[in-house]
């Protein structure tokens, strides 16, 4: 595993954490892009017993690759879940910095060295649709105008500054998840990106924004739905009041 320092800290070496349900057309290619762009970062495949095979291909490729690993879980327990379980993988290991990408192809790994050369000068670095440079291909209107719509509601309710809140593609340094209490998420979807952007601003860490090119996956159909989404609305609504009557009291206190 190479251990040559990028940025000013030390990230390496990197893990990037691919959760997967039905994605077994998806990930062979995404492996393979992955490791063009960067051949010595490692890959844990989080399976959640994908009845297409996937995890049986992800096998495939760890037996051929010392660098790709897999964990199989017995049941489809949602994103959040499968991340979480990939970073205690990753943390009882030597990895320096954690990263989330997708299988689908939305995430381009050739974005990936920019991401990495972010997060050797801050804490976590988010691949950002929503800053100067980013972009989203292919996407239909209704599904940019939620998105967008999302990130303009987390904001103001947060009152974070934070431009793509629920971006999916972000690497953290080993500090951050460390400090984190993961044991206390329980968040999915757009929810638990939100959920650990909180966190890691909250526990006063540096978060960094990196423009990307976020292309609409062209195989497969997308794992987003109603109840995603009404978690989302909901939970930051809590998390906003939460938050600002925190801020009443620091000022009362003051007073």
């Not at 995890?55 to 949602?78: I, P, Q, S």
């Not at 999916?168 to 650990?196: M, T, W």
């Amino acid at each position: 595993m190479s251990q040559a320092p990028r940025g000013a800290r030390e990230i390496e070496p990197v893990l990037v954490v691919i959760p997967t349900y039905n994605e077994r057309e998806n990930l062979g290619p995404i492996l393979d892009r992955l490791h063009k762009a960067l051949p010595d970062v490692h890959v844990l495949v989080v399976d959640d017993g994908s009845p297409d095979g996937t995890g049986e291909l992800a096998d495939e490729r760890a037996a051929a690759n010392e660098n790709v690993h897999v964990m199989h879980r017995t049941e489809k327990a949602g994103l959040g879940a499968a991340y979480i379980a990939g970073f205690r993988w990753g943390l009882a290991r030597e990895y320096n910095t954690i990263v989330e990408m997708d299988a689908d192809g939305s995430h381009a790994p050739e974005d990936l060295p920019r991401l990495l050369d972010a997060v050797g000068d801050a804490d976590l670095a988010i691949g950002s649709r929503y800053v100067p440079g980013g972009s989203v291909v292919n996407w239909p209107l209704k599904r940019q105008v939620l998105s967008r719509g999302a990130n303009v509601y987390s904001q103001i309710a947060l009152g974070m500054r934070t431009r793509d809140i629920t971006a999916g593609f972000r690497a953290y340094r080993r500090p951050v998840l460390e400090k984190l209490a993961l044991d206390e998420v329980n968040s999915h979807g757009y929810c638990f990106q939100i959920d650990l952007t909180i966190r890691t601003a909250e526990a006063g860490f540096e978060i960094v924004e990196v423009p990307i090119t976020f292309t609409e996956r062209e195989i497969g159909e997308s794992k987003m739905d109603g109840s995603i989404i009404r978690e989302a609305f909901l939970r930051v609504a809590k998390w906003g009041a939460e938050r600002r009557w925190q801020q009443v009291r620091r000022l009362l206190k003051r007073g």
